[in-house]
Structure formats: structure tokens, C-alpha cells
């Protein structure tokens, strides 16, 4: 849902590559970019996979010479009524998601952003994972260990000008999802389109500070 908002926000400032585990899913994104007159393709790969992701690094470089940004969307969510033993098979089920994928991306790009004039690294967190509780035990803990390691990133972007950023939403909310359900209360949620607007903020701020941790749900 995400991309779709970030997609469209960034329609017509790059040629935007969008990647999916469903292809049809990314490429659902990407004509929408299209027919608003950008430049995008879709792709599938596995970001769970690190030889996978460098391969399609690879195949980025050889067919545009650079990458610019890499936008972290993925994630996926799960809860329970408390900390018990469904907890630990929730963290089982979400460390793809939620942790591999940044690590994959993270190590697979970072001499690539760093070549790039202003290379930026953004994943999107919950502000959530700041204030744990027992029925999320498993998704906030992977949310705060995904930013450890995006901050740990920004470390390794230290005198050059690439910079890795943390946005957060306690969640995100689109028209799709207000007009599927009218009677909820999406007061605390992020519309899709000021994520992408945050991002194309990002991309565009050459005084963004490294490590950046931006809470939308404060704008």
C-alpha cells in the first residue's frame, strides 16, 4: 500500500524501479506511474535472498549505471493477546519481512549509494516499536532491530554525502481503506500520499542529517 502513495509521489523526478515478490503487484505500481507520464518498470525479486538482491544490483548498474535511493517498504504485521508462545512463532513469521530484507538491501547497495551523488537508504518503521507492548512483542522488537541496523548504516555512510533515514507512521491508510471501512477512525494513520511526499522530501534535502529518524505522526 506504501508504494503505492511513495510511487506516485515520485512520478516524473527519476525512473523509478519497483519490486515486488508479485510481479503483477509491481507492475500494477508501475503503470500508474506511466500513465501519469514517469518512467518506472516492475520486478519481482526475492529480497530474502542476499545473492538474489546483488544480482539484481548488478543487472541495475549495468542497464542505468547508478541508483539514487533505495526505499525500504516492505514489512507485514502480527499481534496477539499477550507475550506467550505464539509470540515466538510471530517473530519466526515476520524476520523475512520485516529484518532480512533490510540487511539484504542494506549490504547489497551500500557501495552503490555511496557512489551516488546523494545516495539515500530509507525504510519505513512504526513508532510502535518505542513503546513495546505484550501482544506485539514480536513485531516491535524486529521493527527496533530493522533500525539498529539502518542506523548502523548511516554509520557506514560517515564523510561521504549518502545518508540512511528512518520514517515512522504508527500505520498507513489510503482511500481504498477508508472507503472499504467508513466507521473507522483513521485519525492516527499516515495517508500513503504524505508518505510518499516525506520521501520525495528526503530524496531532495541535501541537508538531511545521516541516521535521521522522522516521525510523520508528529506533522
Given at each position: 500500500m506504501g508504494g503505492r502513495g511513495v510511487a506516485g509521489a515520485l512520478t516524473g523526478t527519476a525512473h523509478l524501479l519497483i519490486v515486488d515478490r508479485d510481479v503483477d503487484f509491481a507492475q500494477q505500481a508501475a503503470d500508474r506511474v506511466t500513465a501519469a507520464g514517469g518512467s518506472a518498470e516492475a520486478t519481482a525479486v526475492n529480497l530474502t535472498d542476499l545473492t538474489a538482491v546483488t544480482a539484481f544490483r548488478d543487472h541495475i548498474l549495468a542497464q542505468h549505471g547508478r541508483v539514487d535511493a533505495v526505499i525500504h517498504l516492505v514489512g507485514g504485521w502480527a499481534g496477539s493477546t499477550t507475550l506467550d508462545a505464539e509470540t515466538i512463532q510471530q517473530w519466526d513469521q515476520l524476520l523475512p519481512g520485516v529484518v532480512t530484507t533490510v540487511q539484504t538491501t542494506t549490504v547489497a547497495f551500500r557501495e552503490t549509494l555511496l557512489a551516488a551523488p546523494h545516495g539515500r537508504y530509507c525504510m519505513?518503521?512504526?513508532?510502535?516499536?518505542?513503546?513495546?507492548?505484550?501482544?506485539t512483542a514480536a513485531y516491535t522488537s524486529l521493527k527496533a532491530a530493522a533500525e539498529t541496523w539502518v542506523a548502523a548504516l548511516g554509520d557506514a555512510f560517515a564523510g561521504s554525502n549518502a545518508r540512511s533515514c528512518i520514517l515512522a507512521v504508527?500505520?498507513?491508510?489510503?482511500?481504498?481503506?477508508?472507503?472499504?471501512?467508513?466507521?473507522?477512525?483513521f485519525s492516527n494513520h499516515t495517508d500513503t500520499?504524505?508518505?510518499?511526499?516525506?520521501?520525495?522530501?528526503?530524496?531532495?534535502?541535501?541537508?538531511?542529517?545521516?541516521g535521521a529518524y522522522l516521525d510523520l505522526t508528529r506533522r
Amino acid at each position: 500500500m506504501g508504494g503505492r502513495g511513495v510511487a506516485g509521489a515520485l512520478t516524473g523526478t527519476a525512473h523509478l524501479l519497483i519490486v515486488d515478490r508479485d510481479v503483477d503487484f509491481a507492475q500494477q505500481a508501475a503503470d500508474r506511474v506511466t500513465a501519469a507520464g514517469g518512467s518506472a518498470e516492475a520486478t519481482a525479486v526475492n529480497l530474502t535472498d542476499l545473492t538474489a538482491v546483488t544480482a539484481f544490483r548488478d543487472h541495475i548498474l549495468a542497464q542505468h549505471g547508478r541508483v539514487d535511493a533505495v526505499i525500504h517498504l516492505v514489512g507485514g504485521w502480527a499481534g496477539s493477546t499477550t507475550l506467550d508462545a505464539e509470540t515466538i512463532q510471530q517473530w519466526d513469521q515476520l524476520l523475512p519481512g520485516v529484518v532480512t530484507t533490510v540487511q539484504t538491501t542494506t549490504v547489497a547497495f551500500r557501495e552503490t549509494l555511496l557512489a551516488a551523488p546523494h545516495g539515500r537508504y530509507c525504510m519505513v518503521t512504526s513508532t510502535s516499536a518505542r513503546t513495546p507492548k505484550a501482544g506485539t512483542a514480536a513485531y516491535t522488537s524486529l521493527k527496533a532491530a530493522a533500525e539498529t541496523w539502518v542506523a548502523a548504516l548511516g554509520d557506514a555512510f560517515a564523510g561521504s554525502n549518502a545518508r540512511s533515514c528512518i520514517l515512522a507512521v504508527l500505520a498507513l491508510v489510503d482511500d481504498r481503506m477508508r472507503s472499504a471501512q467508513p466507521d473507522t477512525d483513521f485519525s492516527n494513520h499516515t495517508d500513503t500520499a504524505d508518505l510518499g511526499k516525506a520521501v520525495r522530501e528526503i530524496l531532495t534535502d541535501e541537508e538531511l542529517a545521516n541516521g535521521a529518524y522522522l516521525d510523520l505522526t508528529r506533522r
